[in-house]
T-cell receptor, first 116, second 113 residues
């Protein structure tokens, strides 16, 4: 039974298109995240939601818009895709909040986005 | 400016020997550190963590050491097994209630049979 799942696993699209990536977790966690792993394999946080509220919003182009319909889901919508958006996008979840304590994250398998 | 650095992109070790993976950080506000293992085409998997109030944490074959004064942590795997071959990421976070984890760029470990 998959803990954190993402769809699709692969996404190939053309520049200028709009696409969405979906994420679901069945761990009962309160916090969910989106990470981007670029060609240099650098894993960088983009967004985080806690109980459907945005708590982390890194310097990400506003073409990227996360949406959390409920605690178990966090989707990522990308408008006007550009070549530089090609990367692997990982969804993750963790317990929280925990003042003074940081919880480990559970990652999905990733979505490889290729923009041509 | 990369706050968490893994300066060795790759490491090869013979099966049965010790693997030592290193990680350095620059932000003195970090006080919780994690190691993740990642296989190809999969997401990172949590391995072991350490809080800054400790200098060592052990879980089976895996031990993490933290040297706060040097802002350095290391992951020891003893004995190394071929199934340990993967990319290892260290990550760091502050304890202010933020859930922001900063990841290093990873070290690819290859355990030779």
């Amino acid at each position: 039974d998959t803990a954190v799942s993402q769809t699709p696993k692969y996404l190939v699209t053309q520049m200028g298109n709009d696409k969405s990536i979906k994420c679901e977790q069945n761990l009962g966690h309160d916090t969910m995240y989106w990470y981007k792993q670029d060609s240099k394999k650098f894993l960088k946080i983009m967004f985080s939601y806690n109980n459907k509220e945005l708590i982390i919003n890194e310097t990400v182009p506003n073409r990227f818009s996360p949406k959390s319909p409920d605690k178990a889901h966090l989707n990522l919508h990308i408008n006007s895709l550009e070549l530089g958006d090609s990367a692997v996008y990982f969804c993750a979840s963790s317990q929280g909040p925990g003042t003074g304590y940081t919880y480990e994250q559970y990652f999905g398998p990733g979505t490889r986005l290729t923009v041509t | 400016d990369q706050q968490v650095k893994q300066n060795s992109p790759s490491l090869s070790v013979q099966e049965g020997r010790i693997s030592i993976l290193n990680c350095d950080y620059t932000n003195s506000m970090f006080d919780y550190f994690l190691w993740y293992k990642k296989y190809p085409a999969e997401g990172p998997t949590f391995l072991i963590s350490i809080s800054s109030i400790k200098d060592k944490n052990e879980d089976g074959r895996f031990t993490v050491f933290l040297n706060k004064s040097a802002k350095h942590l290391s992951l020891h795997i003893v004995p190394s097994q071929p199934g340990d071959s993967a990319v290892y990421f260290c990550a760091a976070s502050g304890s202010s209630g933020t859930y922001k984890y900063i990841f290093g760029t990873g070290t690819r470990l290859k355990v030779l049979a």
